[in-house]
Every structure is written in C-alpha cells, then in structure tokens.
C-alpha cells in the first residue's frame, strides 16, 4: 500500500513539479558541460576546486549546477569531495536515459509550454517551434537539428529492440510478402529482408517518409524486393491494397485517436483475406516491468499531445485490443514484452463473418 505522505513531504513533491523544467535544464547544462563526465572519471570524489580548474566553466557556472544536482541526487557533495551518485551515472552511461533526455530537450522541450493549448484546441500547438505542419509527420525528415536526430533516435530505440523477437515470430508462418505500414525509415523492412532471402516488402508511409525509405532501400540493394505506395492513412478514401500474407504496424497506432485506429484498422480488413496475418507491436504503458518504462510511455503521450498531432497517445493493451474486435480482427495470440523490449506483439485474424 502507498504510504501516505506527510503535509512537508507533500509540499516538496508539490515543489519537485514546480520547478521541475528549470532542474531538468540545470542537467542538460550539467552534461553538456563536461561536468558530469569529469565528476564521473574521478570515481572516488574530486574536490570542487579541481572541478573548476578542469573544465571550462567558471566557478559561479559550476557551484550554482553542482547545488542543483545535489539537490537531484545526481551527485553527492561531502567535505567538499564530489561524487557521482547511480541517478548521475544513469544520465550519463544509460541509453535509454539518453535517447530520453534528448528527445524531451531537442523535440519536446519548447513546445510544452503550449500543452493546455493543445489539449483545448486537439492539435499539436507546440509543433509550430519546429516548423509548419499539421503534424510532426509531414515533417519527420526534414525537421531541424538537433530535433531530427534526436527524434529519430528515441523512435529507433524502442522499436529496434523488438525487432529480433519480433522477427522470429512473424517468420514462423513463413510469409512471402509483407505490407510495413508507416514503415517510416525502412529498418523494419530491411530487417525482414536479411532474415529471409525471399520475402518481398511493400513499405506505406506518408510520401515524404517514402523518400527516405527508398534512398535507403536504394543505398542497400534492394529495389528488387521492396516497393513502396504512398498513402495518408487518415483519408479514408485511400485504400490499404491486398494481397499481403502479412500487414504489419510497429509503432504506427500509437500515432492516431482511438476513432482514427478504429478506421486505419477497418482499412486494413478490407485488405485483409482469411489468410492474412495483421501483426500490431505496441509498447502498452500498463504491460511494463519497470516502472521507469511505465513513467517514460506517459510521458510518450504527451509528446504526441504537444508535439505530434494533438489527438494520439499510448495505449492500455485492452483498449488496443477492443479496438481490434470493433474493426472486425481478433486477437489469436498476444505475445507479451517479447525480448529486451518494451513491446508486445498482438497477432490478428478477420473474424470468421
Ligand atoms: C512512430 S513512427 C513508427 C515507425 C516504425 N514503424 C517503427 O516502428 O519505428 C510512425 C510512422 O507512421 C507514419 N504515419 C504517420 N501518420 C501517417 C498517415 N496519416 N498515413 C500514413 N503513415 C503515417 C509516419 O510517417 C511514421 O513513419
């Protein structure tokens, strides 16, 4: 049971919210510094004063960010010794902390401040920071750095860990052709071809997501095996073709409103035979094992809030799962945070009519 907190403990969380934009800053500068990553190469403490004469920063800059990160916990100050604490070695050694941080500071961080907007309004009003689009996906490859990268990062960090498992499971059935919707880079895709020499691909993607796809199909070798058919998924009037032994969507309905998943899903059944597998990998906030996964899948959605299209969010797996029966699919098997990932696999048939 949650120990309840006591009025000051309170009054601290509540503080922690406050000025929680300007300590996360404090960080960044931490980092970018250098500070951190001279504090951590002296593993058994290093005094201020050879702080300040090793990095360059004045002794103000690096006084006021080592109170700050005391404060965090992200280093630990005794008898004027620094050390780094396990938070500060995470900041700076882990790759999920990261990809995180990164993303929240190059993608996310100026357009937060437009969240009540955004939620008042139904559209991505941070966004306009990073350019003019309806939303980020018109403008994924060709979005400012440092934006671009990072971005890019944070996506191929959740979904790159799935795809072994994810590989295996999908290849058990043998399949011959593969529809990647919203296949966006290509990986998927490419993955697929080193696994099986003869499986052939379609990627779907927005048209400008297509050109990248394709000078990366290109550069691999493998136009012979890989097309591509542009498509917005949310006009309704733009039909998913047929034929696919498998349909496969990593990442893409966490991108759209439960109304909008509903019809992309209906798409996909119209495309859909009785032999057709339609495979969904989604991170589910509520199927985590660790709570930092679970913390950073919300936070998730209000990137999508802010930043990506106004209306999308991660899911709970029962919600995606509804939403599968509403279009006409159902669930034959679920396989939960398959490898060293965050992800589950729902595997999908039509429903016998
Ligand atoms: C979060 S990325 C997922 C990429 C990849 N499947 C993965 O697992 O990393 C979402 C992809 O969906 C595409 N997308 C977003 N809105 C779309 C739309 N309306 N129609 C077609 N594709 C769309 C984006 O261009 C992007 O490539």
Not at 81 to 107: A, H, Y
Not at 129 to 152: Q, R
Not at 268 to 297: C, G, K, R, V, W
Request: aromatic content about 10%; some cysteine.
């Amino acid at each position: 049971m949650k120990k309840e907190l006591s009025a000051i403990e309170a009054k601290y969380e509540a503080q922690k919210i406050a000025f929680g934009p300007m300590y996360f800053q404090s960080v960044i500068a931490l980092r970018d510094l250098g500070i951190l990553q001279f504090i951590s190469e002296n593993r058994k403490g290093v005094s201020i004063e050879t702080i300040i004469d090793n990095v360059d920063v004045s002794e103000y800059g690096v006084t006021l960010l080592l109170e700050a990160a005391e404060v965090l916990g992200v280093v630990e100050i005794a008898d004027n010794i620094v050390k780094i604490s396990k938070v500060g070695f995470f900041l700076l050694k882990d790759e999920m902390t990261r990809v995180n941080m990164n993303f929240m500071n190059d993608v996310c961080y100026l357009g937060a401040k437009n969240m009540t907007d955004s939620i008042v309004n139904g559209k991505p009003e941070g966004l306009k920071v990073l350019g003019d689009w309806p939303t980020i996906y018109e403008g994924l490859s060709i979005l400012p750095e440092p934006a671009k990268t990072s971005w890019f990062e944070f996506d191929h960090y959740y979904s790159d860990n799935a795809f072994p498992d994810a590989l295996k499971i999908v290849f058990s059935k043998k399949p011959k052709l593969i529809f990647d919707v919203g296949g966006n880079t290509g990986k998927w895709s490419f993955a697929c071809c080193e696994h099986d020499a003869q499986v052939r691909i379609k990627i779907l993607d927005l048209p400008v997501q297509l050109n990248v796809a394709r000078a990366n199909a290109t550069a691999r070798g493998l136009l012979d095996r890989i097309d591509f058919h542009a498509i917005n998924l949310l006009d309704t009037t733009q039909k998913i073709p047929q034929g696919a032994d498998v349909i496969w969507m990593s990442q893409f309905l966490d991108c759209f409103s439960k109304e909008q998943i509903t019809q992309i899903l209906e798409n996909a059944f119209q495309a859909a035979s009785e032999h057709t597998t339609l495979y969904i990998l989604e991170p589910f906030f509520d199927n985590q094992n660790y709570p930092a996964a679970h913390y950073s899948l919300v936070a998730t959605s209000l990137y999508f809030t802010i930043m990506a299209n106004g209306n999308s969010k991660m899911y709970r797996i029962e919600v995606m799962k509804e939403l599968v029966c509403k279009a006409g699919f159902e669930v034959v098997a679920t396989y939960p945070l398959i490898g060293d990932s965050y992800h589950t696999i729902l595997e999908c048939r039509k429903k016998a009519q």
